[in-house]
């Protein structure tokens, strides 16, 4: 079987200057990313600038990862101090405002108005999660199986080809394929 | 279907199946390194960057979702951080590395030796100073070490980091050896 290397041939692409490779690495985990961030704040347009401040962080430090650790725990390290830091600079802001006077409930009400949970993204959410749920339904079951084992359990295509008893190629399938259901349920919702 | 290309499908918002297959197989981190490069090159096809890209995006909300925690909002943020990475100016670019990435240890290794044995030539000459001095004096006008090193110090100041060790290193010689010129004889 041909070698699978995860990241490391995108990482080697974007250290020679491909930016297409890094963007590939961005959309991957782009998710992960803004929930590690979700962790420290609550609100969603902080989590989107401290994961965009960390992913561009890791860009330019890319020249200097040497691949001792995975490119997604190296990326995650970088996204922690990225939200610490984030939380330092609002607690500064939040002290010089209360030392000047003009802090206190003005910072509260601020934090209210931009927080962005509006009846229509929490509506928006759960189409979104009943979308996914009717398209799992309507899967076969050898898609629905494969999709899971890898999604939920995290196993390998090695590890559901041997639970499944089938070639890694028709894992690779069928995942595909349950992506592709799910996925034209959800187009129209984003 | 009739009317895709190789890129995309009609609709425009999704990958060709071809491509999708390799997105879901990159997001598994079970794609070949050897189905790399013709993803890439899919990728940066003029149009079908935008179906690749949100087609791999989708693809990763769906995971999270089945995991039971999506945020649609994250979608946005490759998008931002491609923007800001092409602007010029915005973020620093990477560099691209002038050597391939196996020769890099042995170009460290080169620059090491470089410096050992300079340091080496410069510290054995300064040792054996008293003993060849009355040759090379009589075949060479008389040196001012004040004069080179003065010369060297401020040479080093607009030198990099190993020349300023090997200027260093220089002074530190002419001074041992100025000592064991001083030093009486046991």
């Given at each position: 079987m041909a070698s699978t290397p995860g990241d490391q041939d995108l990482v080697a692409r974007a250290q020679a200057g491909d930016r297409r490779a890094f963007d590939l690495l961005c959309l991957k985990y782009q998710q992960r990313i803004v929930k590690l961030a979700l962790r420290y704040v609550r609100e969603p347009a902080e989590a989107l600038d401290i994961a965009q401040e960390a992913f561009i962080k890791a860009y330019r430090a890319l020249p200097g990862f040497r691949g001792d650790s995975a490119f997604y725990t190296w990326l995650y390290r970088i996204a922690i101090n990225s939200a610490k830091n984030h939380l330092a600079g609002r607690d500064r802001r939040h002290a010089e405002l209360d030392a000047t006077g003009d802090g206190g409930d003005s910072v509260e009400v601020?934090?209210?108005?931009?927080?962005?949970?509006?009846?229509?993204?929490?509506?928006?959410?759960?189409?979104?999660?009943?979308?996914?749920?009717?398209?799992?339904a309507a899967l076969p079951d050898e898609l629905r199986t494969a999709i899971l084992l890898r999604e939920v359990d995290g196993l390998s295509y090695e590890e559901i080809a041997a639970a499944m008893e089938c070639p890694v190629g028709t894992v690779r399938s069928r995942i595909f394929r349950a992506r592709e259901a799910i996925d034209e349920r959800i187009r129209p919702l984003l | 279907m009739a009317g895709d290309t190789d890129m995309q499908k009609a609709d425009g918002t999704t990958a060709a199946p071809a491509v999708a297959?390799?997105?879901?197989?990159?997001?598994?981190?079970?794609?070949?390194?050897?189905?790399?490069p013709l993803l890439l090159a899919r990728c940066g096809a003029n149009g079908a960057g935008g179906a690749a890209r949100g087609t791999l995006a989708r693809y990763a909300l769906i995971g999270e979702a089945l995991r039971g925690s999506a945020e649609p909002r994250a979608l946005v943020v490759a998008?931002?951080?491609?923007?800001?990475?092409?602007?010029?100016?915005?973020?620093?670019?990477v560099v691209p590395r002038t050597l391939p990435g196996w020769?890099?240890?042995?170009?460290?290794?080169?620059?090491?030796?470089?410096?050992?044995?300079?340091?080496?030539?410069t510290l054995g000459a300064g040792a054996r100073a008293p003993v060849v001095a009355?040759?090379?004096?009589?075949?060479?006008?008389?040196?001012?070490?004040?004069?080179?090193t003065d010369y060297l110090v401020y040479h080093g100041e607009y030198s990099?980091?190993?020349?300023?060790?090997?200027v260093d290193s220089h002074i530190v010689a002419q001074r041992v050896a100025a000592w064991r010129t001083e030093a009486p004889a046991p």
């Open positions: 601020v934090a209210l108005l931009r927080d962005d949970e509006t009846p229509e993204r929490l509506a928006m959410q759960d189409d979104l999660r009943r979308a996914i749920e009717a398209a799992m | 297959e390799q997105l879901s197989a990159l997001l598994d981190d079970a794609l070949p390194a050897e189905e790399v998008d931002r951080v491609r923007t800001a990475v092409d602007q010029p100016g915005s973020v620093a670019a020769l890099m240890p042995a170009a460290g290794v080169a620059a090491s030796v470089i410096f050992a044995v300079a340091v080496a030539a009355p040759v090379a004096m009589a075949a060479r006008p008389a040196l001012d070490t004040g004069q080179i990099g980091l190993l020349s300023a060790k090997l």
